[in-house]
Nanobody, 125 residues
Framework: QVQLVESGGGLVQAGGSLRLSCAAS????????MGWFRQAPGKERAFVAA????????YYEDSVKGRFTISRDNAKDTVYLQMNSLKPEDTAVYYC??????????????????WGQGTQVTVSS
C-alpha cells in the first residue's frame, strides 16, 4: 500500500519560512516524479512545484518562482518544499503527490497517482 505523509506545515508571519516534507512508503519512488499542490479555501487544487525522478529538473508555478524550492532525497523516499518569503496568499492546505515519470505534464493534478493527506500552511499578515 502506498502512503505519502506530509509534515512541516504551521502558522508563520508574512516574510517567514517553512519547510514541508513528504515521506513516501510502500514502493521505491526513485523512478517517479513528485509534486506539491495546494488548495486554498473556496479554490481548486493548484500546482505549486514538481521535481523529476532524479531531482535534476524542477518546475514551479509562476507565483512561487524564486521563493520556493523543491528537492528530493531518493535514499529517503522524501520530497521537500522549502518556502521562503511567505505571503498571506500562500495560505492553503499543501498536498504532495506522486506520478509515473513521463517527462511531461507535471502541472496536471490528474496525472498524479497517489496523494498525501495534506498539511495546513497559514501565513498571517
Amino acid at each position: 500500500q502506498v502512503q505519502l505523509v506530509e509534515s512541516g506545515g504551521g502558522l508563520v508571519q508574512a516574510g517567514g519560512s517553512l519547510r514541508l516534507s513528504c515521506a513516501a512508503s510502500g514502493r521505491p519512488f526513485n523512478s517517479y516524479a513528485m509534486g506539491w499542490f495546494r488548495q486554498a479555501p473556496g479554490k481548486e487544487r493548484a500546482f505549486v512545484a514538481a521535481v523529476n525522478w532524479s531531482g535534476h529538473r524542477t518546475y514551479y508555478e509562476d507565483s512561487v518562482k524564486g521563493r520556493f524550492t523543491i528537492s528530493r532525497d531518493n535514499a529517503k523516499d522524501t520530497v521537500y518544499l522549502q518556502m521562503n518569503s511567505l505571503k498571506p496568499e500562500d495560505t492553503a492546505v499543501y498536498y504532495c503527490a506522486v506520478k509515473r515519470e513521463t517527462y511531461s505534464d507535471y502541472e496536471e493534478s490528474g496525472n498524479y497517482d497517489y496523494w498525501g493527506q495534506g498539511t495546513q500552511v497559514t501565513v498571517s499578515s
